[in-house]
């Protein structure tokens, strides 16, 4: 039930009801806390409810990231069997095919460095892929298979989390202030039509908008939007059972170009359309269809599969990723603003990542060690100066 | 300079041909608008995905099908054979069965941009359904959407029954097949539409046992004083009901159709009187046994291509979605011009009259003459259009679907009927999980995600996530129009084929 109290307290006060958000508020209950969700919008109504859902290791290299993943697949696991079924997981596994000889290879060293950091891979030479795919195009050279991915469906992800949580829920209400003591520290927030709400701790969790809720709440974090269409197919029978996908894909994540970049990921729905996404482009918060970019799209799904190419597309759709200039998330306390804490720049693997970060998160709040090393995502990371003071 | 001979099937726009003017939709606004920039020398392309010209209003029979006297069911017949041949006249090119998909910018820096810097490519699957190999791009210097508007329509217990049609679907069959929905239809909904479509049911020998109204039109369809300031068909409405009556049709003001009942198809229907907010009047249903049902609540605008493209949209006195222009028809985004349903609703004279203007507006501005004293001819329809705005204006208030109409859904009833989602689940998605607008719910219970995307459940579907729910002090949120796109189904396979854009390598 929302409160309709205007000064009513709680434990903790998460800016945003995405994915990421809907994980805080999740895990900080569980936690013993009282938590408030804010949202401009509705649940899910930001990058959360215009992306995929897949929950991949397949395209991580071994580093924090994998980490966060890694942790993030357990945590899924956890989740009770109601929870998932709500949030439509499905551990599909994912399948990353190489076209050629060149690219196997780089794949299978790929692989094996993800093996030692503990992700399960599995060789699929070039004449067994039919067998995992009976649809994929002929004459590849060769696959691994990573029974690790999984997927979820992103809005029924985040709202039911928020449901189990029954963190108090305020929608359509904007952040306009933090409000803060004459010590500097948190004391709540102040909402556009003038409510102040408290709570010794805020977490920013407003995804693409987070660096625009760090400039107002005093200090910065540097967020900025990567686009991405999606296409979405008519609905169809099970043509494609994994997330399927070409190796080029894993350069394209951790690319550094501003320009379009894709490699289509393939995967089939419960509800039958077959998703195609997704492109990554820097062009600020333009929303306008690109046709480059669904010409690609269409064009990487159907060398892939080539039985999609008469397939029609009912939609395109785009979202902002929020990412980091390192590419990873900024998760934790905020040392320049005592009780305000991050947890947003997930970039194209925020749902996947969600879980772990909401796990963090509320280890921060409650004072208990976060059992992973958390120095690669302090969001203080970006302000040199700042990184000596606190390490 | 015109670049191709007209109305010749034979001759395929090429990948890229360029013209003055595209334009999307050849009803009536946007043949006035084509037929205007035409006859004033600009080269005009005019794509609908109709095989024939004349949209919703000239919806008329095939060549062939043999209907004698196609005027016998509608009067705006002459004006619309005018109009016809000065197009035939005007060098435009007709392409016919071309489902415009999308619309793309390109960079301004393109030379031989249009209007305001930019140019346009317009993106079209061919053949009846869209569904022809052949695919086509034509380029222009301005574009006019003029793509219509589509029926709106509110869901009630049984409605997915085989014999429930929608009004305008009906109208549409008997233009356009001459074919009959039964032998006893009741028409039932909401607004100037639903006398038309009796009148039609009527003359064509069918029986409407009841003409079901949920506003209290009726009662000013009788009013000379009210309907002398609209345009001149409407000024029939009074004459309608007059015939209606005396065929026998039976009107219910201020009621509704809450239930059709039967079990292969419709049988009968429960009518019961409604309240001032459409809230059924319990202990007034009574039940009127028909073989058809042809339900409507007006129209919305049809305006996908428009929002995806970031175009200003506002909200109507009757609550649809329709795009902002200005005097001259531009929408806020330059180079793109609309008239017609799609600036609101309001009938075939103001979409002809917008239309003109709009035809008008793009010639002057493509040939660098100055709009400062518009002519004789602008300003007067100038007048006319403010006139029958401020008419539509007042329908689309004595129109608006009541807040209280959802009381006449059951948990089953279905809302969407793609992905059978019931008003029930629509209900909890809002009250339980926190969707506040039609998005959400659509991502949290899939309605609006199957075949037609949202196009018949979306305005019921966005009057049912407004209402209520978690937060729902804080409403109502802000109005966010749904970009789909794109605005027909394209194969993967023409997508892929699509020319590569060279700056992006
Ligand atoms: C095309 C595309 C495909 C993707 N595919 C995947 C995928 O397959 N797997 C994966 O893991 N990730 C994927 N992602 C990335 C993923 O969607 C994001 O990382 C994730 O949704 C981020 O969640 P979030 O909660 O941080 O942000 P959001 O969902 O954007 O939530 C932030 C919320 O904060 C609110 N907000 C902002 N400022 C304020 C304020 N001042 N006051 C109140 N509220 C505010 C916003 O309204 C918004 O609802 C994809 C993204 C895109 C665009
Ligand atoms: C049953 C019925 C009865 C009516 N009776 C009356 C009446 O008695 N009096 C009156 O004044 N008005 C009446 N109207 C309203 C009248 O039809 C409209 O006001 C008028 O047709 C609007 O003209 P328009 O050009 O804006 O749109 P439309 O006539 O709807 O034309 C739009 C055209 O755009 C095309 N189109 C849309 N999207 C695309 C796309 N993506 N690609 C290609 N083509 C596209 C459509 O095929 C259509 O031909 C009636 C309407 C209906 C449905």
Redesign the interface.
Known sequence: ??T?HPTAASDVIVVG?GMIGAACAYYASRAGLSVTVLDR?????GTT?AGEGNLLVSDKEPGPELDLALLSHRLWLELAPALRAEAEFEPKGGLVVASDETRLDALRRFAKAQGDAGVVTVEIPGDRLHDLEPRLAEGLAGAFHYPQDAQV?P??AA??L??AAGAR?????EVTALLTGPDGAVRGVRTA?GSRLHAPRVVNAAGTWGGAFARLAGTELPVLPRRGFV?V???LPRLVRHKVYAADYVADVASDSA??QTSAVVEGTP?G?VLIGATRERVGFD??????A??R???G??RLFPV??????????AGFRPYLPDHLPAIGPDPRVPGLLHACGHEGAGIGLAPATGLLVSRFLTGTAPGLDIRPFRPERFSPELLGETA | MPLSTPNDPGAPAGRTESYDLVVVGAGPAGLAGAVAAAERGLSVALLDGDAQLGGQFYRHPAPGLGAAAPEALHHGWAAFDALRRRWEGSGGVHLPQHHVWTVAGERAATPGAGADGASWVVHAVTGPDGDDERSVAVRGRAVLLATGAAERHLPFPGWTLPGVIGAGGAQAMLKSGLVLPGGRVVVAGSGPLLLAVASSMVTAGARVPALVEASGYLGYARRPDVLATGPGKLVEAAGLVTRLLGRGARPYPRHAVVRAHGTERVEAVTVARLDGDWRPVPGTERRVPCDAVAVGHGLVPRIDLATALGCETRRTVDGAVALVVDPAQRTSVPGLWSAGETAGVGGALLAMTEGELAGTAVAARLRGVSVARPSARTRSLLRTRARLRAFADLMAAAHRPGDGWPAWLDDDTEVCRCEEVTAGRIGEAVEDLGAGDARTVKLLTRAGMGWCQGRVCGPAVACLATRGGRGAEQRPLPASPERRSPAVPVRLSTLAALDPDPGED
């Open positions: 039930m929302p309709r009801a919008g509705p649940v899910a109504g409810g469906q809005a029924l709202s039911h928020l449901r829920l305020r929608l359509g209400e039509n296409l197919t008519e609905p320009a379009l509800a359309p929303r306008t269809p690109s046709t480059e669904l010409r799209l269409a064009l799904a159907a999609l190419a008469g397939v029609r597309v009912m939609r395109a759709y």
